[in-house]
């Protein structure tokens, strides 16, 4: 009983703290000086167009794309927000498409069933004789397929 006056007792301060402190930014300053006058904007002709001769002026140099290393470029792909550091959750972002496909049950845990259930599908899947063995030929059609190259500019 004592814990549920004292609950409604501090709910009641904060409450009357907010109000004066709500009415307190509503008010306007009495002492503001007033807005400076505006100058006049002459607003040209809009069919004319300006005539302006750049000289010997040249404008900012454009940056450059500093090349990263292909060691940099693999560390990036885990650093998502570029403080170069990677957390535990970064470097195991990248893993959870292919976590999501081995958890067929949609629970977020990988059962030994799961993982086993994949795994014979995807044997069975590279055999193709059928014999339950892989020669050479039928297991390399497991590797992964070569990503296709983007072209080096947008053009």
């Known amino acids: 009983m004592r814990q549920t006056i004292l609950g409604v007792f501090v709910g009641l301060i904060l409450a009357g703290v907010g109000v004066f402190w709500w009415q307190a930014r509503a008010q306007v300053e009495t002492n503001a000086p007033p807005p400076p006058e505006q100058e006049e904007v002459v607003e040209e002709a809009p069919d004319?167009?300006?005539e302006v001769?750049?000289?010997?002026?040249?404008?900012?140099?454009p940056p450059e794309a500093s090349e990263l290393s292909r060691e940099e470029r693999r560390f990036f792909r885990y650093d998502r927000n570029r403080d170069r550091i990677i957390t535990r959750n970064e470097m195991l972002s990248s893993r959870s498409k292919a976590f999501r496909a081995l958890d067929t049950d949609g629970n977020n845990l990988l059962t030994f069933e799961e993982w086993a259930i994949s795994t014979s599908e995807r044997f069975e899947g590279m055999d193709a004789d059928g014999n339950a063995e892989l020669t050479q030929t039928e297991f390399a059609t497991s590797a992964p397929r070569p990503r296709a190259s983007r072209p080096a500019c947008r053009c």
């Open 48 to 50: 004319i167009l300006p």
């Open 53 to 61: 001769d750049p000289g010997d002026l040249t404008g900012p140099a």
